[in-house]
C-alpha cells in the first residue's frame, strides 16, 4: 500500500538560510498534518489542513508557513533558521471525511530530518 | 485541555515474555480515538493499534492488544510473546484536531 513521502530525508542549512520540505499523503487522504520532534521529544502538533484548507494551528512559529496544493500534497517552508529548529519533522496524513471529524487515524512519512548548523 | 500520561520512561523485557505500557489521559470529549505509536532507531512513527473510545471490546492486533479503561482513563499496551524487533520508543496518542503525544517509554527487549 501507498504510504506517505517526504522529502528531502536529510537537510542540511547554515542559521538564517530558509528550507522547504514536501509531503506527499497517501492517495485519497483528504488530511495533512506536520509535527515537529525534537531530540528526546514527543513529536509536536505545527498546523494541518483538510481539503487545502488550513485547518488548525499549533505551535508554529511565524517564521514558518505552510500550504497544501490542489493536488493534495503540502509544503513547510521555514525561514531565517535557528539551531533550536534542527528537528525531525514528520508529515502525516488521514481520510477526515468532513471538516468536523476528527476521529480518524493518521499515518505518518518518514520523516525529514534537519540540521541547523 | 487534553492530556496524556506516560509514567515509565523506559521498560525491559525478555525475548517471548510479556510487557504492559501504562498510559493514562485527560479528556473532556466523550467521543475520541486512543492509539499506540511505535518508533524504532530508524524514528519511523509506526502505528501499532487504535482503540475507539464508543467501543467497549478492547484492540488488538496480533501480539499487541490494549486494555482500555475509559472510567478510569486508562490505555495500556500488552506486548504478548516479545520479539528483538519489538525494542523501540512506544508513544500513546489521543486523538483531536491534533495528534496529543505522551513522553514515550522506551521498550528494550533482552535476549
Known amino acids: 500500500a501507498a504510504g506517505v513521502i517526504q522529502s528531502p530525508r536529510h537537510l542540511i542549512k547554515e542559521k538564517r538560510e530558509t528550507a522547504t520540505l514536501k509531503c506527499y499523503p497517501i492517495p485519497r487522504h483528504d488530511t495533512v498534518y506536520w509535527y515537529q520532534q525534537g531530540p528526546g521529544q514527543d513529536p509536536q502538533f505545527l498546523i494541518s489542513f483538510y481539503e487545502k484548507m488550513q485547518s488548525d494551528k499549533g505551535s508554529i512559529p511565524d517564521r514558518f508557513s505552510a500550504q497544501q496544493f490542489s493536488d493534495y500534497h503540502s509544503e513547510l517552508n521555514m525561514s531565517s533558521l535557528e539551531l533550536g529548529d534542527s528537528a525531525l519533522y514528520f508529515c502525516a496524513s488521514s481520510l477526515r471525511q468532513g471538516p468536523s471529524n476528527l476521529q ?9 530530518r534537519l540540521l541547523v548548523l | 485541555a487534553q492530556t496524556v500520561t506516560q509514567s515509565q520512561p523506559e521498560m525491559s523485557v525478555q525475548e517471548a515474555e510479556t510487557v504492559t505500557l501504562s498510559c493514562t489521559y485527560d479528556t473532556s470529549e466523550s467521543d475520541y480515538y486512543l492509539f499506540w505509536y511505535k518508533q524504532p532507531p530508524s524514528r519511523q512513527m509506526i502505528l501499532v493499534i487504535r482503540q475507539e ?3 467497549q471490546q478492547n484492540a488488538t492486533e496480533n501480539r499487541f492488544s490494549v486494555n482500555f479503561q475509559k472510567a478510569a482513563k486508562s490505555f495500556s499496551l500488552k506486548i504478548s510473546d516479545s520479539q528483538l524487533g ?15 503525544f505522551g513522553k514515550g517509554t522506551s521498550l528494550l527487549v533482552t535476549p
Do not use: W
Open chain 2, 53 to 55: 473510545a464508543y467501543k
Open chain 2, 86 to 100: 519489538d525494542a523501540a520508543m512506544y508513544f500513546c496518542a489521543l486523538s483531536g484536531y491534533a495528534l496529543n
Open chain 1, 104 to 112: 480518524e487515524t493518521q499515518y505518518f512519512g518518514p520523516g525529514t
